[in-house]
C-alpha cells in the first residue's frame, strides 16, 4: 500500500514537472511564431531631410508672414510679404517718365525689385524656422526662413560591419516611425563619409536609406528618431506541428 | 619530519596552474567588458554566475600555487617523535557515533575500532536505541552509551558530547558508522600531540564503494580536497575536521566546552572555535580509515545539503572573514571553503542560459558578433570541466554528473539558512530505498532535462542563427545526457 502511494505522488510529480515544462515552451513557441517575421533586431536612427535657407532678394520691412513654424508650403507658395515705400515711390515716379529711355529701364529694374519683395517657397517642405518677425527691417540676402524639404527624405543610421552586413543582404529593409506609428520601405542610398565629427559612432558605418515611395516621407520630420528593423528575408512560417512531424521523418528516414 | 604532505604534484596539475590565468582572464577580459553585453538582465545573471565561477576557480588556483611555491621557512614544523608515545602512553576513547544505520555496517565499524593497535576503550554512541546495536556492543566488549529520549537536543554533536561524559580518556577518537578505521591509525596519530598546541588531528576519508556511481563521483571530488585543499590548508594551520577519523585533544574540547553543539557541520565549527583558542590542527594525508560513500541520490543529496549548510551558515552568521582571532591566512582558507557552495548558482545560470536561448532567442553576450562568445567560453569551460584530470589524471563522467547534479541541495541548503529552517538530522546511510519519493529530490533536474528537451524544439522552429542554435542545442543535450545518467544510476544501486 504504501509502496503504492509513493509511487503514484511521484508520478504525479513528474507529470507536474513534464506539465511545467510543456507550458513554459509552449508560450516560447506561441511568441516566436507571433513575432514570425516582424523584428529581429532593432537599430535607431535619424531622419534627414535636406534643409533650405530661404534669403530676401530686396531691401524692405517685413510686412506679412503667412505661415508659422511646422506648416507645410508647397513650392511657389508666397512665405512673406516685404515692404519698401521708398522703392514703391520710386516706381510710382519712374512710371509717369514712360518716354525716357532711362527711365523706363530703372521702372524695369524697380519693378523687379518690387517682385523680389515677394518671398516665395522654392521647394515642397515644412517651415523648420522664421527667422525675422512682422515689421523688421531686412537686408538683401537676410536669411529668412528655414525649410526642410519633403523631396529626397533620408534615413541616416549608424551600423556596426556585421549589422551593415546583415542589412545589405536583406531584400526588403523597414522602417519603423513611433510618432507616426507607421512602417516605411527604405532603400540603402549611400554611405556617409566619416568626418571628425562622429567620434561617438567611430567604430560604425554612417548608412543613408532613402525612402521607396518618396512621398512617404512628407510627415517625417527631419531630426526625428527612427527604429531600423533588421529583419532577416521573410520565410515560410511552417505550422508548428508540421514542423515537428517533419522534423520526425527526417529521423526516422 | 618537516613536511607532511605528498611533495609528488603531478605535471597534469602544473598545467593547470599555468595554463588556468590564460584562459580565464581570456575570457574574463570578454565577459567583463559591458560593450559585449546582450540582453542586459541575462547579461548581469551572467557577471554573478561569472564572478563566482572565477573566484572558486582562482581559490583553488592560488591555493596550490601558494603551497606549491611556499618557502621551506615558512612551513609549519611539526614535531613527531614515535618515541613519544611509549614514553607518555597517553589514555585514549574512540567513539563511534551511530543513528540508525544498517547493524550490517556498524559491526564491521566497531569491530575494527577494537582492534585499532593501541590500549584503548571503545564506546559505541547509539541515538537509535536499538537494542541490536546493545546485544553487538555486549557480543564484542565494547561500552554501550545511548542518549536518553529528553536529552536528544543535538544530533551528532549533542550525541558524541553525552557520550563523552563517560569518557575520560586525554585523547578522542571518532569514527562514524560507515568509517573503518585501520590498525596503525592511533599510533600513526598520536605522536603529532606532543606539541602541546595541536587540539585535533585529521586523516582523509577514503571512500572504497567505488563501484557505485554516485559514491565514485563524490570519491573523485573528495580526493581534490584531500589531495590538494586540505594539505595547503595545513601548511596554514588552517585543516579542518571533517567529522570522522579524527583525533581530538580532550582539553582542547573542554576548553571550549566540547564538541560544537550545532546540528549539522559541527565540524567545521569545532575546529573554528578551536583556532580561534589558538590551537593548532594538523591534517596528515595518509589514508588510516576506510569509508563508504552514500550511494544513493537521497543519501548523497543529504549529505551534500548538510555539507552545504554548514558552509552558508558559517558564511552568513560567523563569517571567518570577521573573526579577530584567527590568523589572515586562516580566514582566508575558511572563506575559500565557505565560497565553494556559492557554485550551485553558477550551475543553474550556465544550465538555464542555452534554454533560454533556444526558447526565446535571447542571450546575456552579443552572440551576432563572429561567434566571438564562443571562442571565449570553450576553454574555460575546458578548463571548468577537465580539473579532476588535471589534478587527479583522470575524470569520471560520475565526477562531473554528481557535482553538476549536486547544485539542487545547495541550493536547497541555501533557502533554508536564508529561511532559517531547522534541519532534521538523518545519518547518511539510513536512506537505503531508492525510490522513496525520489521526486523531492530530483524534480529540478527533470525539469531542466524536460524543458531542454522542448526547447530543442522550439529553437530549431525557423532558427534565426543555426551556428548559435547548433552549439545551444549540443549544450542542453549534454546537460541533459548528465543528468539522464545521474537519475538512472542512482536509481538503479548496484551493490
Request: charged share 20%.
Amino acid at each position: 500500500m504504501k509502496k503504492i502511494l509513493t509511487f503514484i505522488i511521484n508520478l504525479v510529480l513528474v507529470v507536474i514537472v513534464v506539465l511545467a515544462s510543456f507550458a513554459v515552451s509552449t508560450y516560447a513557441l506561441s511568441k516566436k511564431i507571433e513575432s514570425g517575421n516582424k523584428i529581429s533586431s532593432r537599430i535607431y536612427g535619424n531622419v534627414e531631410k535636406k534643409e533650405t535657407i530661404v534669403i530676401s532678394a530686396a531691401r524692405g520691412n517685413v510686412e506679412s508672414i503667412y505661415y508659422s513654424v511646422g506648416e507645410e508650403v508647397k513650392r511657389g507658395e508666397k512665405l512673406a510679404q516685404l515692404k519698401n515705400s521708398e522703392l514703391e515711390n520710386k516706381a510710382e515716379v519712374l512710371s509717369a517718365f514712360e518716354d525716357n529711355e532711362s527711365a523706363k529701364t530703372e521702372l524695369e529694374v524697380a519693378k523687379v525689385e518690387i517682385e523680389g519683395l515677394e518671398v516665395i517657397s522654392p521647394i515642397n517642405g515644412y517651415i523648420d524656422e522664421i527667422s525675422k518677425s512682422e515689421g523688421e527691417f531686412v537686408n538683401p540676402a537676410a536669411k529668412l526662413f528655414v525649410l526642410f524639404s519633403n523631396e529626397n527624405t533620408r534615413a541616416l543610421f549608424y551600423l556596426a560591419d556585421y549589422e551593415y552586413r546583415k542589412i545589405s543582404d536583406l531584400n526588403e529593409i523597414r522602417v519603423y516611425n513611433s510618432r507616426l506609428d507607421q512602417y516605411l520601405d527604405v532603400v540603402i542610398s549611400e554611405l556617409k563619409p566619416r568626418t571628425e565629427k562622429d567620434k561617438s559612432n567611430q567604430n560604425k558605418i554612417g548608412v543613408y536609406f532613402k525612402l521607396q515611395n518618396p512621398s512617404d516621407g512628407e510627415n517625417l520630420l527631419h531630426g526625428e528618431d527612427i527604429i531600423l528593423l533588421a529583419d532577416e528575408e521573410k520565410k515560410q512560417n511552417q505550422n508548428p506541428i508540421e514542423f515537428i512531424t517533419n522534423t520526425w521523418t527526417i529521423f526516422f528516414k | 619530519m618537516k613536511s607532511i604532505k605528498t611533495n609528488y604534484i603531478p605535471n597534469s596539475a602544473l598545467l593547470f596552474l599555468i595554463i588556468a590565468p590564460f584562459t580565464v582572464l581570456f575570457y574574463a577580459s570578454y565577459v567583463y567588458n559591458p560593450q559585449n553585453a546582450g540582453h542586459k538582465v541575462l547579461y548581469i545573471f551572467q557577471l554573478f554566475a561569472d564572478t563566482i565561477a572565477i573566484s572558486i576557480l582562482a581559490s583553488l588556483w592560488i591555493t596550490i600555487l601558494l603551497d606549491l611555491f611556499q618557502p621551506e621557512h615558512f612551513k609549519k614544523n611539526f614535531k613527531y617523535r614515535k618515541d613519544w608515545l611509549d614514553e607518555n602512553l597517553p589514555t585514549v576513547d574512540v567513539l563511534v557515533p551511530v543513528a540508525n544505520e544498517p547493524i550490517k555496517i556498524i559491526q564491521e565499524t566497531l569491530l575494527n575500532a577494537v582492534q585499532i593497535d593501541y590500549p584503548h576503550k571503545t564506546f559505541v554512541l547509539d541515538d537509535g536505541n536499538s537494542e541490536e546495536i546493545k546485544n553487538l556492543a555486549q557480543s564484542i566488549g565494547i561500552n554501550y552509551i545511548s542518549r536518553p529520549k529528553n536529552d536528544k537536543k543535538y544530533a551528532k554533536s549533542g550525541n558524541l558530547n553525552y557520550g563523552m561524559k563517560f569518557c575520560t580518556g586525554q585523547f578522542v577518537a571518532v569514527f562514524d558508522a560507515d568509517h573503518v578505521a585501520k590498525k596503525e591509525f592511533l599510533t600513526k596519530l598520536l605522536p603529532f600531540f606532543e606539541n602541546e598546541n595541536v587540539g585535533l588531528v585529521q586523516t582523509p576519508q577514503h571512500f572504497i564503494n567505488t563501484d557505485n556511481y554516485i559514491a565514485s563521483g563524490t570519491a573523485q571530488a573528495q580526493e581534490i580536497f584531500y589531495k590538494y585543499v586540505q594539505p595547503a590548508k595545513n601548511s596554514y594551520n588552517s585543516a579542518f575536521c571533517v567529522g570522522t577519523n579524527v583525533i581530538f585533544r580532550r582539553s582542547a574540547l573542554d576548553k571550549i566546552g566540547g564538541i560544537a553543539m550545532r546540528d549539522h557541520s559541527e565540524d567545521i565549527w569545532t575546529t573554528i572555535l578551536l583556532h580561534e583558542k589558538g590551537f593548532e590542527t594538523i591534517f596528515y594525508n595518509k589514508v588510516l580509515a576506510l569509508g563508504k560513500a552514500p550511494e544513493t541520490i537521497r543519501a548523497f543529496f543529504r549529505q551534500q545539503n548538510r555539507w552545504s549548510r554548514g558552509g552558508f551558515s558559517l558564511f552568513f552568521t560567523h563569517n571567518p572573514l570577521f573573526i579577530k582571532e584567527l590568523t589572515i591566512d586562516q580566514r582566508l582558507q575558511y572563506f575559500f571553503s565557505n565560497i565553494h557552495y556559492f557554485s550551485a548558482f553558477t550551475i543553474l545560470i550556465y544550465l538555464m542560459f542555452p534554454i533560454i536561448y533556444l526558447l526565446f532567442g535571447i542571450h546575456p553576450m552579443n552572440i551576432s558578433v563572429n561567434n566571438g562568445w564562443f571562442i571565449h567560453y570553450l576553454p574555460f569551460f575546458i578548463t571548468i570541466y577537465l580539473l579532476p584530470w588535471f589534478l587527479l589524471g583522470s575524470i569520471r563522467l560520475s565526477t562531473i554528473t554528481t557535482s553538476t547534479a549536486s547544485f539542487a541541495p545547495y541550493l536547497k541548503a541555501f533557502m533554508s539558512v536564508i529561511l532559517k529552517n531547522p534541519y532534521k538530522w538523518v545519518s547518511t546511510e539510513s536512506f537505503t530505498k531508492s525510490w522513496h519519493f525520489i521526486m523531492f529530490d530530483i524534480w529540478p533536474h527533470l525539469l531542466i532535462i524536460s524543458i531542454s528537451l522542448l526547447a530543442v524544439f522550439v529553437g530549431w522552429y525557423n532558427p534565426e542563427d543555426i551556428v548559435n542554435t547548433s552549439i545551444a542545442t549540443v549544450w542542453v543535450l549534454i546537460n541533459s545526457y548528465f543528468f539522464l545518467i545521474f537519475i538512472f544510476k542512482g536509481l538503479v544501486v548496484t551493490r
